[in-house]
């Protein structure tokens, strides 16, 4: 029943992945994380789709069944860090590729990006569907990066 009433298509997270730490800490503190200025770090979005097609069938004899099929979706990643002034990134933020995702594939972009000052930076992700019957069915994310000196 509720997956009837999922309004959201996707799912984004992001995260940094940090050099100094072991691979199952990837620099998770909730949302806020901790790298250090002036060092080349991989910014990654992880996006899930979420859309499945839903049909109810009722039939004469007063039987009724809900079906639920798999639902590919082009999606296109758009990132924003604020400050960017004191940013340095390899690429684009906006119309990133994500491509064609199946019903709860999930795949994840990679950025290359350098702060170059100490401070704290409001990194968000928007991805989107691309297509006429997804067409204004977004999902946001929000994180934080407390930029330190490098010692």
Sequence with gaps: MLE????????ISLYLELEELYSDQIGYAGARQYPKANKFIELKARV?????KFFFFSFASG?????FLAYAIIFALDLEV???EYLVYEGVFT????GRLGSGEIR????SLCFLSCGRFEISGQVRGVG?????????TLMTAVVTEAQ
Aim: glycine share 2%.
């Design 4 to 11: 009837t009433l999922r309004l959201e298509i996707a799912r």
């Design 132 to 140: 006429p019957d997804v067409e204004g069915r977004i999902a946001r």
């Design 95 to 98: 119309d990133l590729p994500v």
């Design 82 to 84: 604020s400050p960017s």
């Design 108 to 111: 994840e972009i990679s950025v």
């Design 63 to 67: 039987m009724s069944a809900q079906v």
């Design 48 to 52: 899930t789709n979420l859309a499945r």
